[in-house]
């Protein structure tokens, strides 16, 4: 992976802004992130969780945008978020420079009561239009994981909505990883960047 693009926004000072209890920014992380989306160029990112790898998403498919002919066309690239906690998805949107505005899309989505998936405790996002959107990378970063909330389902939902070459990236969340590995249908190469805190998993839609 390339190093880091110079970026446009300040991204130390942007970040200085967000609530002392907040989760600090992990910038290795980040950067992993900016690269991953500034070269591979995907049309439209659904990312599970807001916050500062929204901003760096955003910004990466600004300044460099889908590089594929049926989307030349076509200015909507974008960034849609959902979080489950009201508060850090509106500070989230305060944080959003004006630059970026335009192509990232919040949402509050609530989690769905837990359920027992093949024995093991598991959620699901819901936002009402939430399954009309087909992305061509998934982030999997939230929300905060517990005993009775183990690993989210929801890329399941959408698998058979990407196109080869699509991504889902996992932020830790080793079980989560293990459950999608078992339970994705579709053939997709896996490999594991030992970047940041907890490292990325990430799955690439082969067909």
Not at 18 to 30: F, M
Not at 117 to 144: T, V
Request: glycine content about 4%.
């Amino acid at each position: 992976m390339k190093p880091a693009k110079a970026t446009v926004n300040n991204w130390k000072e942007i970040f200085s802004k967000r609530p002392k209890d907040a989760l600090p920014p992990v910038y290795e992380d980040l950067e992993f992130l900016y690269d991953y989306v500034t070269e591979k160029r995907p049309h439209i990112i659904l990312e599970f969780g807001s916050g500062c790898s929204t901003v760096v998403m955003a910004e990466a498919i600004v300044y460099y945008p889908s590089k594929d002919p049926w989307q030349k066309n076509w200015s909507g690239n974008t960034v849609v978020s959902f979080d489950n906690e009201r508060r850090w998805l509106f500070e989230t949107m305060k944080m959003i420079p004006s630059d970026l505005k335009h192509i990232v899309s919040l949402h509050l989505a609530m989690m769905l009561d837990v359920f027992t998936f093949q024995e093991i405790p598991a959620f699901q996002y819901f936002w009402g239009d939430i399954m009309s959107i087909y992305p061509d990378l998934i982030y999997l970063d939230g929300p905060e994981l517990t005993k009775a909330t183990r690993v989210t389902i929801d890329p399941l939902y959408y698998e058979h909505k990407m196109y080869p070459g699509s991504v889902i990236i996992v932020d830790g969340r080793d079980e989560n990883v293990e459950f999608l590995k078992k339970h994705l249908l579709r053939k997709w190469a896996f490999r594991h960047e030992n970047i940041g805190d907890n490292g990325m998993s990430i799955f690439k839609l082969e067909k």
